[in-house]
């Protein structure tokens, strides 16, 4: 049982990382029905630069709590900042001159894209790993055993609590902006039908930007968490974690903001697990395996709406 439940908490930290990359995949495929596969490196990019800031304030874990929060406040406004820039060129550059062409010209863009901030940042930062001595630790004791096997203790670190609390709360934030504001109204109306939303006086381009600021920023935050929680990052990251989030997004029903949350708890916990109780090298089929029996019985994902074609 304790064992189990360490494994739970880990999962759910995953996934939540996971989650914050899945959200950017669903609101840019909700509103243009495209699937940005460089979003993944805009994750990573978002890891490189909260590691370069880190390191220019020479923050540790003798720095002091004050000093460690009001830090971490600054690297996570400068990555957020810096990727929101990246997700604007892109979509500005890349995607918009593509907008009214075949669907598989942005698609095949994307994926250049993708490997374009690959090699960029392979050039830029040196292809080697890039490790960060933890900043964050400590922790609180849930649970102890102690038998004939010795003692097992069920901890949870306070960088866990930190990437938990912040998705919940980012999840939050991001529910009730499209829920209740003039930006979440212009982007359901540009989901349902752009033309008309632009009929209507809504500016479809700025809220197509929107969209890929608000999904970079959330990249972003992702990256930072990441980099806290495992402390070494490379150039490969964004791919990696890029397509492990693109099937959360599917799994959860892509297009809707809990689905992307919950798709990335379900990879995330799924991954932990199978690592745990059976083979680590197997995880990742373990993963795409529950995504292809989800799709087989619910093609629209696990709170995804189907589709309807209105003749």
């Known amino acids: 049982m304790e064992y189990f439940l360490q494994q739970l908490i880990n999962g759910i930290t995953l996934g939540s990382i996971y989650g914050l990359i899945a959200i950017g995949y669903t609101m840019v495929y909700g509103i243009i029905g495209m699937i940005n596969f460089a979003h993944g490196d805009i994750f990573m990019v978002g890891s490189f630069i909260a590691l370069i800031v880190i390191t220019a304030l020479g923050i540790t874990v003798a720095s002091g709590a004050g000093v460690i929060i009001a830090a971490l ?130 500016n479809v381009d700025r809220t197509i930007s929107t969209t ?43 297009g809707s903001l809990p689905g992307a949350m919950l798709g990335g708890l379900v990879i995330g916990l799924i991954e932990t697990f199978w690592s745990a109780y059976f083979s680590v090298e197997y995880k990742d089929v373990a993963a795409f395996a529950m995504l292809a029996i989800v799709l087989i019985f619910l093609p629209q994902g696990l709170l995804g709406k189907p589709e309807v074609e209105k003749v």
């Open 73 to 202: 406040i600054l690297v996570l406004i400068c990555a957020m900042l810096i990727s929101s820039a990246y997700g604007w060129t892109l979509e500005r550059l890349a995607y918009r001159p593509l907008r009214g062409s075949f669907r598989l010209a942005p698609l095949i863009t994307a994926i250049g894209v993708s490997i374009v901030l690959q090699n960029y940042i392979q050039i830029a930062q040196g292809a080697r790993v890039k490790p960060l001595q933890p900043i964050i630790t400590g922790g609180h004791t849930i649970m102890k055993r102690v038998d004939e096997a010795g003692e097992f203790v069920v901890q949870i670190s306070n960088i866990q609590i930190l990437i938990i609390v912040t998705t919940l709360v980012l999840m939050g934030i991001f529910s009730l902006i499209i829920a209740k504001t003039s930006l979440g109204r212009a982007q359901r109306a540009c989901e349902q039908d752009r033309k008309m939303a632009s009929l209507l006086g809504i």
């Open 212 to 254: 890929f600021v608000m999904g970079a920023a959330l990249a972003a935050v992702a990256g930072l968490m990441f980099l806290l929680y495992y402390g070494v990052i490379d150039f490969f990251i964004g791919f990696v974690a890029g397509v492990k989030a693109f099937t959360a997004a599917v799994l959860g029903g892509i």
